[in-house]
């Protein structure tokens, strides 16, 4: 079946500006996490989905970064007025259910801010 | 909050050999400890994971050990090959979210 799907796979833009992120899970997954990746960097949490649960947002750097996920399905990140520190890949990931463990990544979005 | 270490960052091995990538971690209440290995423009896929109540786990060429009294887990890879060449990510993760180590580049020399 069809895997963690992200859009867009590439992102430039310009400093200031807003930036939406798409991530779209494996169907039936009720877990969702954004992650941030710099260049050959590890990653770091943003933030975390568990089915109707309020989100685990602790991992959102500052106030600019902000996710939701409608309907328990498709997540997306916003960042808001971007910095050039913002540059990095944000890599989605979704797991099957409470207590299963195994995250299924998506193919990330390289975010450049110029 | 949770803390992950892992060592060595960068690791070269030749073809054939074995290598060893340790990871230390600080919360007591985590308990899976999966092992994730990502190529180069790709995304990380697991290779390997290990839950609390195990102390080892293998998988052909590959094994993970866990130490919970020393919160040290370990991936140890045999019989290396080009193709094992990467970076590999450790993590600690307890009823929600995983923390992630740094990362260990793997080279494997043919």
């Known amino acids: ?114 | 909050g949770e803390n992950v270490e892992q060592h060595p960052s960068t690791l070269s091995v030749q073809e054939g050999d074995s290598a060893v990538i340790k990871c230390t971690y600080s919360d007591s209440a985590s308990n899976y400890f999966p092992w994730y290995k990502q190529e180069l423009g790709k995304r990380p896929q697991l290779i390997i994971d290990i839950r609390s109540n195990v102390g080892e786990k293998k998988d052909q060429r590959i094994a993970v050990t866990l130490n919970k009294t020393a919160k040290h887990f370990s991936l140890h890879i045999t019989e290396t090959q080009p193709e094992d060449s990467a970076v590999y990510f450790c993590a600690a993760k307890d009823a929600g979210k995983s923390t992630f180590g740094d990362g260990t580049t793997l080279t494997v020399k043919p």
């Open chain 1, 1 to 114: 079946g069809a895997g963690v799907s992200q859009s867009p796979s590439n992102k430039v833009t310009e400093k200031g500006k807003d930036v939406e992120l798409r991530c779209d899970p494996i169907s039936g997954h009720t877990a969702l996490y954004w992650y941030r990746q710099s260049l050959g960097q590890g990653l770091e949490f943003l933030i975390y989905f568990q089915g109707n649960s309020a989100p685990d947002k602790s991992g959102l750097p500052s106030d600019r970064f902000s996710a939701e996920r409608t309907g328990g399905s498709v997540s997306t990140l916003t960042i808001q007025r971007t910095q050039q520190e913002d540059s990095a890949v944000y890599l989605c990931a979704s797991s099957p259910q409470r207590g299963a463990d195994e995250q299924f990544f998506g193919p990330g979005t390289r975010l450049t801010v110029l």
